[in-house]
């Protein structure tokens, strides 16, 4: 972990091994995890007061590759939505929350809602 520093070259370490995974698994699960490492950046930089459009820009992305092999998996909508908000586009995250919800309505209540929610708030 991180504990409190910079969790960016943690993180990169991680994306260069999962980016070995190759053929092992398929391409959305690859594209999820750098999506939530590109998320905890972007959250770490949140909250240190630096400018973290970049990487949740860079979270959006994966997310969305994600998003073309599992459209209806309420948990990437809701990975989207917190990183629609931390890009700074609260309509963007407001929709994919509600696509999330309408895909599963009890995801409402779990952490990831939530935090959509919180950083949507807090804009």
Known sequence: TSRGTDPTPVL???AQHIAT???????DLPQEFLARMSLESARWLSRAGKPAVAAAAKGLEHVQKAL???PGDPDLWVLRAQL?????????ARESLARAWAINPLIKGG???????????AR
């Open 21 to 27: 995974l190759g053929p092992r698994t398929g391409e």
């Open 111 to 121: 952490p990831g809602s939530r935090a959509a929610e919180a950083l949507l708030a």
């Open 12 to 14: 990169e370490r991680a």
């Open 68 to 70: 073309q092999v599992r």
């Open 84 to 92: 629609e908000a931390l890009d700074g586009d609260a309509p963007a």
